[in-house]
């Protein structure tokens, strides 16, 4: 197997989860999400089945997150949003502010808590209910200096 192929547990509405392997560039075929079971069989799973997919640091730890919402505002750049599922859950994350990086199918979250076994998320958009976007977080911008430009002429054309 190559390197390229990332650990995830896939959550289905049903509430059943799998675990397996998924190339992070084309995982998504003919609206099917193609898996890598831990068997080693090629397994495509519909996306309405689908409700998270969870790239995981190990299969061994808990795939669950702890923390569900953001404690404070995040650091991370990009767009803070909170999903509500069709089951009623809910979870926050960070989307990433170009949002051509999302496939057409759903969205890649960062979740809350980044020290957790679950590195990012993929959302299928047929398994949510609303996305509301909460915050733009953006990079810091520098401070203009209001000292110097109070002492600069103003000039001639303006």
């Known amino acids: 197997m190559s390197s390229t192929h990332k650990k995830v547990v896939v959550r289905k ?13 084309s995982f998504l075929v003919e609206g099917k999400l193609e898996l890598l079971n831990t068997s080693g069989n090629v397994v495509g799973i519909e996306l309405s089945d689908v409700k998270a997919v969870f790239f995981v640091r190990e299969f061994g730890e808990t795939s669950a997150l702890n923390r569900k919402t953001f404690s404070s505002r995040p650091r991370t750049e990009g767009i803070w949003v909170r999903l509500k599922f069709k089951d009623t859950d809910t979870l926050e994350g960070v989307m990433p502010a170009d949002l051509l990086q999302n496939p057409p199918e759903g969205y890649f979250l960062i979740p809350p808590d980044l020290r957790s076994n679950t590195q990012r998320i993929f959302v299928p958009r047929q398994a949510l209910d609303s996305i509301t976007v909460l915050s733009v977080v953006g990079a810091a911008k520098a401070k203009r200096r209001a000292a110097a430009d109070a002492a600069q002429e103003p000039l001639l054309f303006q």
């Open 13 to 25: 509405v049903d509430r059943d989860s799998m675990h397996g392997y998924v190339s992070p560039t």
